[in-house]
C-alpha cells in the first residue's frame, strides 16, 4: 500500500505487565492464536505501514525472538530500562533518520482487540485535520487506571493526565485514553525532547506531549472510537481472560454471520488464525486453533480439540483431539480419538473410538474403528483394521515404520511389528502377532493353536461358583442331547 506521507509505526512492549504475576512478559501472552503483540502489530500491518518499530526490554531475547518469528520485517529497538512510554518512542524515534517525515503511529503493545480499520481511521482523521498529534480516545464506563482526556473549554484537548497524577475531578472523567497514537515525525521529535519526569512515577510519559503541543497552541486532535471495546488494555490475567472472551464473541459473530453453523457460541473458541467455511457445523465445547481449517458441510464437536489440523468437507470429528493433522473430505473421527501429528485420512477413512494415531496415513475408505494404535503407518484404500490394532512401531531404539495395502483386512486383536508389509487384498487372524510380511492375497496366521483340557474346573477347581456352574450346564447338555434324536444314533 502507498501513501502520500510515510507511515512508521511503533509498537511498546518492553514493559514488563508486573500485574498479569508471570515469567512470560506480558505482550507474550496468547489470545485465540496469537499473542497480544501479535495482535496489535496485526491491526498495525494491514492499516498499511512503511516501517515498523517494536521497542523490547523485558523479558530478554523473548520478545525479540518472537518477533522475527512473526514479523520478520519489524525492527526491533531495544529500552534497557523502561523509563516510562515517553522515553521508549524518544529512544525508538533515535534508531532512525532525524530527516525521518510523515506520520509516526504509536501502539501500545497490549490492546489486542484494536482493529486495523480503527487504525486506519485515526490515521485519516490525523492527516485530513493536518494535526500535530492525535489521540485516540474512548468513553468507557470504568476507567479506572486509565489516562484521562482533559478537555478545555472550547472542546479541545487540553492535556492528558494519568490517574495517579489526576485531581479527584479529573478522576470523574470517563473518556479516556486507549494508548494509540497519530504524530507529525518532525513535532513528536522535539517534543520528545522536552519531557520532564515530574510525575508519580518519575516516567517519560508519551501522554504528556499533548498537553505541551496544546500548550504551544500546535493543532492536536482527539479521535474517539467507533467501539469502546477496542481500545481494553491488558494488565492482569483477569482482564486477559475477559478479552479472551469478547474475542471468541467477535470472531464467532463473524462465523456466523458467514454462514457457519455455531450451536453453542459461548464454548465454541475459535483462533483468529483458523478458518470455518459456511455450512460447517461446529458443536458444544470445541476449540479450533492455529492454522486449522474446517470445510463447508463438515460437523466438528461436541469435545473436540483441532490444533494446526484440517477438516474437508463433510467430514465428522466428534469427542477427538488432533494435532497437525489431515482430515479428508467424508472422513469420520471419533468418539474419543486422538490424532497426534502427521495423521493424514484420506477421504471417507474413518479413526474410530480409542484408537490413537500418529504419523500415519490412512488411505481413502479405510477403517479404523476400535480401540487401536496406528503410529508410523501406511494404510491403502479401502482396509479395514481389526479392533484392538496395535501397530508396534518402537523396539526400544528406533521407530520402523509398516504398511498395510488396499482391500486389506486385518483381524481384532493384531499387533504388527514394524517393519512389516500387509499386501494388497490380505487378511490376516484374529489374535495374530504379526512379524514377517504377509503378501497380497494371503491369510496370516500367527497365534498358537488353541487346545481345550475338558473337565479341568471340575476337577481343579472343585467346589467354586464356576466349578458348580460347569456341573449344571454338563447335567443340562446331557439332558439335551438325549433329547434331540441323533439321526445316525452315534452318541456325541
Ligand atoms: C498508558 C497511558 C495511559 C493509557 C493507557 C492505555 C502513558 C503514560 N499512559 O498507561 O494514558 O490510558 O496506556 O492502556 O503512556 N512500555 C514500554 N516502555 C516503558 C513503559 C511502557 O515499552 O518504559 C510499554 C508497555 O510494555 C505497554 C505500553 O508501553 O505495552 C503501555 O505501558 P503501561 O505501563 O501499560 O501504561 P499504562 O500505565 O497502562
Ligand atoms: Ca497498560
Redesign the pocket.
Known amino acids: 500500500m502507498s501513501q502520500a506521507r510515510p507511515r512508521t509505526v511503533i509498537?511498546?512492549?518492553?514493559?514488563?505487565?508486573k500485574r498479569m504475576k508471570s515469567s512470560l512478559p506480558?505482550?507474550l501472552h496468547p489470545l485465540l492464536g496469537r499473542t497480544l503483540?501479535g495482535h496489535v502489530l496485526a491491526a498495525a500491518t494491514s492499516a498499511g505501514a512503511d516501517r515498523t518499530l517494536v521497542?523490547?526490554?523485558?523479558g530478554g531475547d523473548a520478545v525479540p525472538n518472537h518477533l522475527a518469528e512473526i514479523a520478520p520485517a519489524a525492527q526491533t529497538v531495544r529500552?534497557e530500562?523502561?523509563?516510562?512510554?515517553?522515553?521508549?518512542v524518544r529512544i525508538a524515534l533515535e534508531s532512525l533518520e532525524a530527516s525521518l517525515a510523515g506520520t509516526v503511529v504509536v501502539l501500545?503493545?497490549?490492546?489486542p482487540l484494536l482493529r486495523a480499520e480503527t487504525v486506519s481511521a485515526l490515521i485519516e482523521a490525523h492527516e485530513t485535520a493536518g494535526a500535530a498529534a492525535t489521540v485516540l480516545a474512548a468513553s468507557v464506563a470504568d476507567p479506572i487506571?486509565?489516562?484521562?482526556i482533559v478537555r478545555a473549554a472550547d472542546g479541545g484537548l487540553e492535556r492528558?493526565v494519568?490517574e495517579r497524577d489526576a485531581s479527584k475531578a479529573e478522576r470523574l472523567i470517563t473518556e479516556?485514553?486507549?494508548?494509540i497514537y497519530a504524530f507529525d515525525a518532525a513535532t513528536l521529535r522535539t517534543t520528545l525532547g522536552k519531557l520532564s519526569t515530574d510525575n508519580d512515577?518519575g516516567?517519560?510519559?508519551?501522554?504528556?506531549v499533548f498537553g505541551l503541543l496544546a500548550a504551544a497552541g500546535e493543532p492536536v486532535g482527539v479521535h474517539v472510537a467507533a467501539n469502546a471495546e477496542e481500545?481494553l488494555?491488558c494488565?492482569d490475567r483477569v482482564e486477559l481472560a475477559g478479552l479472551r472472551a469478547r474475542l471468541r464473541d467477535r470472531i464467532n459473530t463473524a462465523l456466523m454471520r458467514s454462514g457457519v453453523a455455531i450451536l453453542d457460541p459461548a464454548t465454541t473458541w475459535v483462533d483468529i488464525t483458523a478458518s470455518v467455511a459456511p455450512d460447517a457445523v461446529i458443536d458444544q465445547n470445541t476449540q479450533i486453533r492455529g492454522t486449522s481449517s474446517v470445510a463447508a458441510g463438515a460437523t466438528v464437536g461436541p469435545d473436540v480439540t483441532l490444533v494446526d489440523t484440517s477438516v474437508g468437507a463433510g467430514a465428522t470429528v466428534l469427542r477427538a483431539h488432533a494435532v497437525e493433522s489431515s482430515i479428508g473430505a467424508g472422513a469420520s473421527v471419533g468418539p474419543y480419538a486422538y490424532l497426534r501429528p502427521k495423521s493424514t485420512l484420506h477421504d471417507r477413512a474413518k479413526v474410530g473410538t480409542f484408537v490413537e494415531t500418529k504419523n500415519s496415513e490412512i488411505g481413502a475408505g479405510s477403517k479404523v474403528p476400535h480401540l487401536s494404535y496406528v503410529g508410523d503407518a501406511t494404510i491403502g484404500e479401502q482396509s479395514n483394521i481389526g479392533a484392538a490394532t496395535v501397530f508396534v512401531n518402537y523396539d526400544g531404539v528406533k521407530k520402523s515404520r509398516s504398511v498395510v495395502g488396499s482391500h486389506a483386512k486385518t483381524g481384532s486383536d493384531n499387533t504388527f511389528v514394524a517393519p512389516v508389509t500387509i499386501g494388497d487384498g490380505a487378511y490376516t487372524a484374529a489374535g495374530s502377532t504379526i512379524t514377517e510380511d504377509v503378501p497380497a492375497g494371503a491369510l496370516g496366521v500367527a497365534r498358537g493353536r488353541q487346545r481345550n483340557i475338558e473337565g479341568w474346573v471340575e476337577r481343579r477347581r472343585a467346589g467354586t461358583p464356576a466349578a458348580e456352574a460347569a456341573g449344571r450346564a454338563r447335567a443340562s447338555q446331557g439332558e439335551a442331547s438325549n433329547e434331540v434324536a441323533d439321526p445316525d444314533g452315534s452318541d456325541s
Request: net charge negative.
Open positions: 509498537v511498546l512492549a518492553a514493559g514488563e505487565g506480558k505482550v503483540v521497542v523490547v526490554g523485558h529500552q530500562r523502561q523509563n516510562g512510554t515517553g522515553h521508549a501500545n503493545g497490549d490492546v487506571g486509565l489516562g484521562r492528558i494519568e479516556v485514553n486507549a494508548g512515577q516516567e517519560e510519559y508519551l501522554t504528556d481500545t488494555g494488565n
